[in-house]
């Protein structure tokens, strides 16, 4: 028998996960440059289109179903997810249905791999990327997935989850490891195969439409209580704190990124303001089930000025990680999962762990760095693999002249914007065998 | 006949078109423009980042005059758009050879 209170808050933070995805999309979109933002907003856009059914084929399943050997990986006993609409999963009086829980996973898989886009901004065709998407998510999300979400016996009594949750026992409510850390990793790689936009970091790039980063940011804000709140799988006082912690630890790292840059830079900018709301969301990701709101406010703080220094790094290793997914999402997912082994407490969680500020030693400290090194090891070694052979198999790189002319042109045919008054030429229309060449009409 | 045009701060025009509108003018045609004269460009910061803006925004104002009205207008787009601080930009005026209204083929001043 199912909860119901339970699944009407799931399934309305899957929605609000899903909404992340066009929140990301105007985040990206609004920081790169006016001929690129349609290929940014697609290639962000399409991973709900590809990654929703990798994840009906075999994606829930790889990731959920029961164990087949070491806390590694699932079995694909559910591919398909057929048969499946009257089973539940969670503990005995919180039961929700599969279907449920498998749309608020699949939720998570978008936005992680959706949050790469930042790595190869302006620069990526699109059915390569497409092919990447699901190489990605089949051979980095789904593993690291079960290693860390899959509980044992959430899905049934006796079934085996991951080996991280269940053997390591570290720390992590929503994805510290599984898409922040992860998705930082993975752009490094990523960025590092597609290589540089012609020009950086000589020419200036800048931002072209900072509301619509401010936006996106908001929606980001908003969709994240889905993601951290709904984490607890059930309307309860855990997902009460999981929800107070996300929007604290966001308000904290807003100021803390504006402090930094009005001492370094003079200035506190907008861009700032909605990079720190990210950054801070991303440091509590891992915690926010398991600290006070007090604590949240010290790891948002701290993720908003580690993240905002953190930004420099890509111009020492010469990565174009263009819209910083490394210093945003990989070091506020590191910083919020260390932080974990101070802060966490069992007073906010009894199924949770006492830090070392609450007596708990240095025990789950270790825990928390041992699962962070293992998600950014095994996502930066297997990301590089299968970028490496996306791009050496099907090119994943633009042309010189479609990335100087504009992707959006070149991949799509489209311009987001009528900026100069055109001439309307007669064009073809859908199924129409002749077209107008240039200049035909004289 | 003269075209009078003047490249100034954005702001300045709605000024500059209520104090030629005062003169009698009947008419302008404003252009977004960028450009940069002893100001030189600016400087903006994006995450950290430092870019010079080399271009900066600017309005571009053109007015096709009588030649007895360019002093006179020359002196309001002035008082109209200077703040005395560098950036407030350039007024020239031109010669013109024809002008011709579209709509009914008038021709030099009739055309204003």
């Given at each position: 028998m199912v909860d119901t209170g339970d699944t009407a808050w799931l399934l309305g933070s899957a929605a609000l996960v899903m909404f992340m995805t066009p929140g990301l999309a105007l985040f990206y979109g609004g920081m790169v440059r006016a001929k690129s933002v349609l290929n940014v907003m697609m290639l962000t856009f399409v991973c709900l289109a590809v990654v929703g059914v990798v994840w009906l084929l075999y994606g829930y399943s790889l990731a959920f179903?029961?164990?087949?050997?070491?806390?590694l990986i699932g079995n694909l006993r559910q591919a398909g997810l057929h048969?499946?609409?009257d089973t539940t999963v969670g503990p005995e009086g919180h039961r929700v249905p599969l279907f449920a829980f498998a749309a608020f996973q699949l939720m998570f898989a978008v936005i992680t791999v959706a949050l790469l886009v930042g790595a190869v901004a302006?620069?990526?065709?699109?059915w390569p990327w497409l092919v990447f998407v699901v190489a990605w998510v089949t051979l980095v999300y789904v593993p690291l997935a079960h290693w860390v979400f899959a509980f044992d016996g959430f899905a049934g009594a006796g079934t085996v989850g991951g080996w991280i949750a269940n053997r390591l026992h570290a720390l992590d409510f929503a994805g510290g490891t599984v898409v922040e850390i992860n998705s930082g990793a993975a752009a490094l790689a990523l960025a590092g195969v597609i290589?540089?936009?012609?020009?950086?970091?000589?020419?200036p790039m800048r931002p072209h439409n900072l509301p619509f980063v401010m936006f996106g940011a908001g929606l980001l804000w908003f969709g994240w209580f889905g993601f951290n709140a709904g984490s607890a799988l059930g309307a309860s006082n855990l997902a009460a704190t999981s929800f107070l912690n996300t929007t604290t630890a966001a308000a904290t790292a807003v100021v803390g990124w504006l402090l930094v840059e009005q001492f370094r830079d003079g200035t506190p900018t907008t861009l700032g303001a909605a990079s720190g709301a990210v950054a801070g969301l991303v440091g509590i990701t891992p915690g926010c089930g398991y600290v006070e709101p007090l604590g949240a406010a010290v790891i948002g703080l701290a993720a908003g000025v580690v993240c905002s220094l953190a930004v420099g790094l890509k111009y020492r290793m010469g990565v174009d990680d263009s819209l910083d997914v490394l210093a945003v999402h990989g070091m506020g997912g590191l910083v919020g999962m260390l932080l974990i082994g101070l802060f966490a407490t069992t007073g906010a969680n009894a199924a949770g762990a006492n830090g070392l500020l609450y007596g708990g030693g240095l025990d789950q400290l270790w825990r928390q760095a041992v699962a962070a090194a293992v998600a950014l090891a095994y996502s930066l070694v297997v990301t590089l693999a299968v970028a490496w052979l996306v791009d050496r198999t099907l090119g994943l790189r633009a042309s010189r002249e479609a990335e100087s002319e504009g992707i959006d042109e070149a991949e799509h045919a489209e311009s987001a914007y009528e900026l100069a008054i055109q001439p309307s030429r007669r064009t073809s229309i859908a199924g129409a065998t002749t077209r107008t060449i240039e200049g035909s009409e004289r | 006949m003269k075209l009078l045009t003047a490249v100034v701060r954005p702001h300045a025009v709605e000024e500059i078109r209520a104090a030629l509108q005062a003169l009698g003018v009947l008419g302008m045609t404003v252009t977004q423009a960028h450009g940069y004269g002893r100001q030189r460009g600016h400087t903006e910061v994006y995450r950290g980042a430092e870019y010079t803006v080399d271009f900066v925004p600017k309005a571009r104002v053109e007015v096709l005059l009588d030649d007895d009205m360019v002093d006179r207008a020359v002196d309001a787009v002035l008082v109209a758009c200077r703040t005395g601080r560098i950036g407030d930009g350039k007024v020239w005026v031109s010669s013109v050879d024809a002008v011709v209204?579209?709509?009914?083929g008038e021709r030099g001043s009739d055309a204003l």
């Open positions: 179903g029961n164990d087949v050997m070491g806390g048969g499946l609409a302006e620069r990526a065709r699109f290589g540089r936009r012609e020009g950086w970091p000589r020419q | 209204r579209v709509r009914t």
